[in-house]
């Protein structure tokens, strides 16, 4: 199958928007006294490009596209690792900082691994499903209602696997709510961008996927 520079770019975007997100998250910022992870100044886009890929493309592309960050989120997690246990140079004198800001403990990567895949494949199907039942119309409802469950899905795993029995029910559920209100508003802010890409890559591409008889087993390889 022969993939045109468009999807490549668009697929690039939406790899880097994940592997930075995994980097930035080390780092708790304050938004309006609420505490934030850094990542959510870009994770969201990643929503916003699944939803560009699902739409234009359809389902079984994008689908390649969610295992295809998965990967390569494992690869650079693997090789984050690797250089890690390396012993550092007698000139290196950060191996403390290193470890602190990117040796994250095996729970929070099992949190992340499995917020991702749930919450982008959540995302991708309702996205495909609605096109199919509003008949391609309301491109504002579908990416914003996908980006509600996708990223409530996303949210509640990787808080609740990462903190359960660390912080308060209390305190997870608020962390749980602020952090989807964010993500879910960020999307909606952001819908100038989709429908400008959208738009775009319908017209260049000469295509517009609906999702008639489509196999959504997101385990399926083809």
Not at 149 to 157: F, S
């Amino acid at each position: 199958m022969t993939y045109s520079y468009r999807f490549v770019f668009i697929t690039t975007l939406f790899v880097t928007c994940l592997l930075a997100a995994n980097i930035l998250i080390v780092k708790q910022v304050s938004v309006a006294g609420i505490t934030l992870p850094a990542a959510i100044v870009i994770f969201p886009l990643s929503y916003i490009f699944g939803d560009v890929l699902t739409e234009v493309y359809g389902y079984s592309q994008a689908r390649r596209v969610i295992w295809l960050g998965f990967f390569c989120n494992l690869l650079l997690v693997i090789a984050i690792w690797v250089v890690g246990i390396l012993p550092p140079a007698s000139i290196f004198e950060a191996q403390a900082a290193y470890d602190r800001i990117l040796g994250n403990t095996p729970r929070f990567l099992i949190a992340s691994f499995l917020a991702y895949l749930a919450g982008e494949f959540v995302n991708s199907y309702i996205m495909a499903k609605m096109k199919l039942l509003t008949g391609g119309r309301w491109l504002w409802m579908r990416t914003i209602g996908s980006t509600i469950a996708g990223e409530g899905v996303d949210t509640v795993i990787v808080l609740g696997v990462s903190f359960a029995g660390v912080l308060s029910p209390e305190v997870i559920i608020s962390m749980i709510f602020w952090h989807w209100l964010l993500k879910t508003a960020y999307e909606a802010l952001a819908t100038p961008l989709t429908y400008f890409l959208v738009g775009y890559l319908k017209k260049a591409e000469k295509l517009d996927t609906y999702d008639c008889g489509t196999n959504f087993n997101p385990l399926r390889a083809d």
